[in-house]
């Protein structure tokens, strides 16, 4: 995912979304799970049933400062064109927030890969960050090169998917 600036996110409180899982949004997106929870937002994976497709829900609180950010964040991912980078489907307000609607991914995060403890050998070997690591340069080429700057690249923002 995008992120912004420190000062960008002290403008916003975190605080949980009030969803709850079976909840029907804006009359298109039924609410399955929780997947993700930031310093801004809540992350829900939920299906779109006019689309007929999984989609994730980037929920924040719908303030002047939330939802500018979350339109911003739209718009960098729209002006990125790389398999590794989500694209965004919509952004849209239900009951008081503001949500972004984008491109389902299905995976474990970088952090959670690295700390994964697997039987057959260790948790992640040099060969594994090196693939990691090439395929991470090449998404942040792309974003770079659409004239996005990620300020917050970290394991936990890194999606290893199949």
């Known amino acids: ?3 912004f600036t420190a000062d960008e996110l002290d403008t916003v409180d975190a605080v949980e979304i009030p969803w709850r899982v079976g909840e029907l949004v804006a009359d298109q997106y039924v609410v399955r799970k929780q997947i993700g929870l930031g ?3 809540t992350v829900w994976d939920a299906y779109d049933r006019v689309m007929k497709r999984a989609t994730a829900l980037k929920t924040t609180l719908a303030c002047d400062s939330a939802a500018t950010l979350v339109t911003r964040e739209a718009r960098a991912l729209a002006s990125v064109r790389h398999p590794g980078v989500p ?3 919509t952004v849209g307000c239900y009951r008081g927030w503001t949500f972004l609607a984008l491109e ?7 952090e959670h890969r690295i700390h994964d403890p697997r039987p057959s050998g260790p948790a992640f070997t040099i060969p594994d ?3 990691v690591l ?3 340069t090449d998404v942040l080429a792309a974003v770079h090169g659409a004239g996005v700057v990620h300020h917050d690249v970290k394991p936990a923002n890194v999606m290893l998917c199949p």
Do not use: F
């Open 134 to 136: 090439v395929a991470l």
């Open 1 to 3: 995912m995008l992120a």
């Open 129 to 131: 960050a090196v693939r």
């Open 104 to 110: 389902r991914l299905y995976g474990v995060s970088l």
């Open 39 to 41: 310093g801004m937002s």
């Open 87 to 89: 694209v965004p489907y």
